[in-house]
């Protein structure tokens, strides 16, 4: 099993910055993605952004040029820094890990961390 602890969410003004941090722990395994989707009031949750442990990153089209995924040496803390935030990225934001064990993929996600921006 893997726990996802994520920190960072809060109320900001429209153009502000907000990073959000998510860390991993328990059965680690090395071949894995990790990342943050996002779910607005009444929508369907939908990607943000995510990195894989081979360095590729993957941004949603409404967050490229403002949000920045980055992750650390030891590959099991992931970081979202969001800046030019805007009204419409208000949502609850969820870390996600992908990791492979054996030959079977498992999924992990977090608890969910509220964002809110004000106009």
């Known amino acids: 099993q893997v726990q996802l602890v994520e920190s960072g969410g809060g109320l900001v003004q429209a153009g502000g910055s907000l990073t959000l941090s998510c860390a991993a722990s328990?059965?680690?395994?090395?071949?894995?993605?990790m990342g943050w989707y996002r779910q607005a009031p009444g929508k369907q949750r939908e990607l943000v952004a995510t990195l894989t442990s081979g360095g590729l990153a993957n941004y949603a089209d409404s967050v490229k040029g403002r949000f920045t995924i980055s992750r650390d040496n030891a590959k099991i803390t992931v970081l979202l820094q969001m800046n030019s935030l805007k009204p419409e990225d208000t949502a609850v934001y969820y870390c996600n890990r992908k990791q492979l064990r054996g030959v079977k993929w498992e999924d992990y996600w977090g608890q969910g961390t509220q964002v809110t921006v004000s106009s």
């Open positions: 328990g059965s680690i395994f090395s071949i894995n993605t």
